[in-house]
């Protein structure tokens, strides 16, 4: 197992280098995960010029960076899209 069961968090593995950024990866995740509001449903294209931690909830027939997305919940990390999937409930 690598990841954890429900957030799917990274695992630190047994002598493995940099643990620090596989650390840093699965404290952004709970960071987007925690108390979790987005500020758009049903977008379908990314944002121009998103800010750090944006989250928008992707909705059906998703272009760019979005495609094959939809339900999915986008969140800006790091520079870039980092997207999760939402469990039932």
Do not use: C, Y
């Not at 596989?22 to 379908?44: G, P, Y």
Request: no cysteine; charged share 10%; net charge negative.
């Amino acid at each position: 197992m690598t990841q954890t069961t429900h957030l799917a968090l990274p695992f630190i593995e047994a002598a493995q280098a940099q643990k620090h950024v596989t650390h840093n990866e699965a404290l952004a995740l709970i960071d987007a995960l925690t108390q979790l509001a987005v500020s758009a449903r049903n977008v379908t294209s990314p944002p121009a010029t998103p800010a750090e931690g944006d989250r928008v909830l992707i909705g059906a027939g998703a272009t760019g960076a979005f495609a094959g997305k939809s339900d999915q919940i986008a969140t800006f990390l790091a520079g870039g899209w980092t997207f999760l999937s939402p469990g039932a409930g």
